[in-house]
């Protein structure tokens, strides 16, 4: 509870107001819990689950939740699972680097990054949303990668 109490705080360093979507990446729950309990009834907040088979999240992420809340999570952007990555998601990643010059992970970030883009050309997202994705970090495991596999 005292996790997402905290990460409930991560949209006070924003103009929450302004988004209708937040997107995150999920592992426990905890990150998602709090931004769900920050926004407000009319903004959604979407997780992408970085494990594979972790059917039990709902209910972890409800379970943190002090006031019942609806919020979307996506099961099917794992990857193979925590940690796993393809090589679509490095190109994805490598490519997205090149056109932002923001470096991704590829146990988070790289796979909400890629969801997020999919979710938008599957018109997941109503016209006229404006998303925020947050960039949980996490960019240290890329150092476990094979010199050269990421250009950054």
Not at 13 to 32: D, E, I, L, Q
Request: glycine share 8%; hydrophobic share 40%.
């Amino acid at each position: 509870m005292l996790g997402a109490n905290g990460a409930a705080t991560i949209l006070n360093h924003c103009k929450k107001k302004y988004f209708s979507h937040f997107c995150c990446a999920v592992g426990t729950g905890t990150m998602m819990a709090g931004l769900i309990q920050s926004t407000s009834k009319d903004q959604q907040v979407t997780g992408i689950s970085v494990m594979k088979n972790n059917n039990e999240l709902e209910i972890k992420i409800k379970s943190l939740l002090q006031a019942e809340k609806q919020f979307r999570l996506f099961h099917e952007y794992h990857f193979g699972g925590y940690a796993k990555y393809t090589p679509e998601l490095i190109t994805f990643m490598n490519n997205f680097y090149k056109q932002t010059n923001i470096p991704l992970d590829f146990v988070y970030t790289g796979k909400l990054i890629f969801a997020v883009f999919d979710l938008v050309q599957q018109n997941f997202f109503p016209p006229k949303s404006k998303l925020l994705l947050i960039h949980s970090g996490g960019l240290q495991g890329n150092a476990s990668l094979e010199k050269g596999t990421l250009i950054y």
